[in-house]
């Protein structure tokens, strides 16, 4: 009966001090007491993994809202949205509520979201409410305090959601419609058409990250403009991850060949390098050798966000920074601002440097600015590379003409290594090191091999189904999307998520050995 009275005495205090939140939400405070009873106190309005991560120990405070000049990209059949305005959200109901200003902006909402339910701030609030019973009975208040506690957090994540839900503009929406619709009508083989459903587009075509604004548009729009996209897909930044999980995450089970949106991607580890020896001592097959990886600038967000001031910052931190490294790794940063047509295709056919005009990353609005901000770093012998925001911030490669895998990985770790105690780069505990891409989340790596293997190859349909059964995928001689020269072939490990970076590496050198021995018994 005492406990009865008291909870009654103290829903009326509460009621008296929330009456606004209480009356709009019209939650029955026994009832949730007991269901967040076990909750321990969290810090109000969790920031998605992705953005927790990102801003952990940034030099820059917080992301900023960024709001890129406008610059149109041409050639793309759905128009891409260059810029993310970031709108302000319409009023959040009910328009009094102290939880959220209709006027502010995404990230200072949730600057005041966590300011308004700042533990300290909660606590002199519930203090007063709790006021009359002082004495009273401790489990009771710290009863209402957990409630309380996790009213505000659930009514603040809706806020948030409710203002996210209705931040996609009319013109954005009917442009996903029509691309949906020709998508859907395609014969397209692309992950985006296999596991962008009626329901999962229903879902996320009105959501937009909170920091950045990207909507699913932004998502997908490389993979309307190009049915032939095998994957179809980028994050415009480390949120939408989080925020269109409902597409991502299956295309990243199927990509990374079941890496599940309840796992978690190991830490990393190169492993013991000096287990790795030559592919093909005679040189019979393997041309050259090439391990790659990816990383992203802790701080910035991913092409289609950055600005332009951003890019030249970026590459002004990577050139100095790489200008002090030693040893095999000493080289020069040359930007490709200014460097002549000749040099630069001189670069591209020797396989060092990125093609330019790639219609999957334009589509995906990741070439604007171009060529600011773009360069490549290498040493002398070039057979250590580093890429300056093409698709990714940085991308880390070892090379050398020849098989020895165990050469070019070690000469990778080693840069990796250097790099990572000059650079903060982005990481999530989940998906492991963020790229532009999901193909590149977690290791990052790509180990590939130039290889003739004419027996094999005289019917690629073959060479496909070989290599898929070791966990390899078959690129032409230039890279993604290009044809085979010469019978050369880029064979690379497929997958680079749920497993550590010395066992992608391996799955590389175990198939491509198996490759040869099915060659060399044809
Ligand atoms: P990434 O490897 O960065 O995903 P691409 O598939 O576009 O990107 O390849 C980039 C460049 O690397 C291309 O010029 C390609 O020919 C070259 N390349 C890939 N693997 C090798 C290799 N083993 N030897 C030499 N060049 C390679
Ligand atoms: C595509 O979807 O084909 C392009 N956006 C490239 C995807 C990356 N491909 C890959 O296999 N790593």
Known sequence: ???????????????????????????????????????????????????????????VPEPKPVKPEIKPVTSTPVAPTPAKPIEKP???????TPISSPSVKPTSSIATLKKELATDALDKKLQEAGKPFQNGNENLKDNLKDATTGFLQKESQK??????????????????????AKLAASDSKSLLKKYLTKEVFDN?????????????????????????????IYAPDAEAYTVFADLFDPIIEDYHGGFKKTDKHPPKDF???????????????????????????????????????????????????????????????????????????????????????????????ACRYWPSGRGIYHNDNKTFLVWCNEEDHLRIISMQMGGDLGEVFRRLTNAVNEIEKRIPFSHDDRLGFLTFCPTNLGTTIRASVHI???????????????????NLQVRGTRGEHTEAEGGIYDISNKRRMGLTEYQAVKEMYDGITELIKIEKSM
């Open 1 to 59: 009966m005492f406990a009865l009275w008291y909870l009654s005495f103290a829903i009326d205090e509460i009621r008296k001090h929330f009456g606004w939140f209480f009356g709009n939400l019209n939650i029955k405070l026994g009832k949730n007491a007991i269901e967040n009873k076990e909750q321990p106190l969290q810090q109000p309005q969790q920031q998605p993994a992705a953005i927790n991560k990102i801003t952990d120990n940034k030099p």
């Open 271 to 365: 492993g013991d390098v000096s287990t790795f020896g030559n592919l093909d001592p005679n040189n019979e097959f393997v041309i050259s050798t090439r391990v790659r990886c990816g990383r992203s600038l802790e701080g910035y967000p991913f092409n289609p966000c950055l600005t332009e001031a951003q890019y030249k910052e970026m590459e002004a931190k990577v050139s100095s920074t790489l200008s002090g490294l030693e040893g095999e790794l000493k080289g020069k940063f040359y930007p490709l601002t200014g460097m002549e047509k000749s040099v630069q295709q001189q670069l591209i056919d020797d396989h060092f440097l990125f093609k330019e005009g790639d219609r999957f990353l334009q589509a995906a609005n």
């Open 204 to 232: 996320l075509k009105n959501k937009k990250t909170p920091t950045f604004g990207s909507s699913l548009l932004d998502v997908i729009q490389s993979g309307l403009a190009n049915h032939d996209s095998g994957v179809g």
């Open 452 to 470: 003739k293997l004419p027996k094999l190859a005289a019917n690629l349909a073959k060479l496909e189904e070989v290599a898929g059964k070791y």
């Open 90 to 96: 319409a009023p959040a109901t009910p328009p009094s």
């Open 159 to 180: 806020q948030t959601e409710r203002k996210l839900n209705i931040m996609v503009d009319a013109a954005v929406i009917a442009k996903l419609e029509e691309g949906y």
